[in-house]
């Protein structure tokens, strides 16, 4: 039964994510509210983090033993894999790079593993409470 309640979290927070994002673009919220890149960080961080953990342990996909080193060492991998991945495509698309380049991409970053966190910490909660 967990695995189906985290498969609808998971499409809950993509339509959340994807609702924001297309609506943003229409109306140009990225450049009218910059703190909303921020806020889709954050949810993204909880998205890898959460799609993450269901395929390393809920899935049936891979046999990974579900413990609590494991769990931190799969959202750590994954969002650093997925965060550094997603900035290298944003300069290979020619995303127009801001003066402020560097400080855009750490606090991008950190919102990424601040979102990681949160998906891990809902995981070993809802989870890991008995082991």
Known sequence: MHTHKLLLIHFLLLVVIATIHFV????????VFPWLDILMHLLGGVWVSLISLWIFFES??????RTLPNTV???VVSIIFVAISWEI???AASVP???N?????TVD?????IGAFIGWFYFKHVFLKNE
């Open 24 to 31: 943003a673009l229409e109306f140009y919220l990225y450049w």
């Open 60 to 65: 049936g996909y891979i046999k990974l033993p």
């Open 73 to 75: 060492y799969v959202a």
């Open 89 to 91: 495509f944003e300069l």
């Open 97 to 99: 790079i801001e003066a």
């Open 101 to 105: 380049f560097a400080l855009d991409t």
């Open 109 to 113: 970053l950190i919102m990424d593993a």
